[in-house]
């Protein structure tokens, strides 16, 4: 995953015309640590996405933009849109993760 640094480049990333997956995240949290452990074969899986993190502490601006309210939250974007969001309270296991990626049509 691609580390975001900057709010332009956010802005830039999620403009694509193809759709993009952007955690958040926040280094202090235990649940970003976990999926942090199982993410890779998922993003291998589902490779037809680029992928990217942002770490909310620093880019408060955009989680409250984006009410990423809880993290670690999964969002997908394409042409400037939040057309999907996996909650944290559903972001939980390797399963939760796949199944919210299984039901999308994008």
Not at 36 to 64: G, H, S, T
Not at 93 to 99: A, G, I, K, L, M
């Amino acid at each position: 995953m691609k580390e975001i640094t900057s709010v332009e480049q956010f802005n830039e990333i999620i403009s694509k015309n193809e759709p993009v997956i952007v955690k958040f995240y926040a280094t202090w949290c235990p649940d970003c640590t976990r999926m942090n452990m199982f993410i890779d074969p998922i993003i291998e899986k589902y490779n037809q996405y680029e992928w990217y993190e942002i770490n909310r502490d620093n880019f408060p601006e955009l989680a409250e933009k984006y009410q990423v309210l809880g993290i670690p939250s999964l969002l997908i974007y394409k042409n400037g849109e939040k057309l999907e969001h996996l909650h944290s309270a559903n972001a939980k296991t390797p399963d939760d993760v796949t199944q919210f990626l299984d039901a999308q049509n994008i």
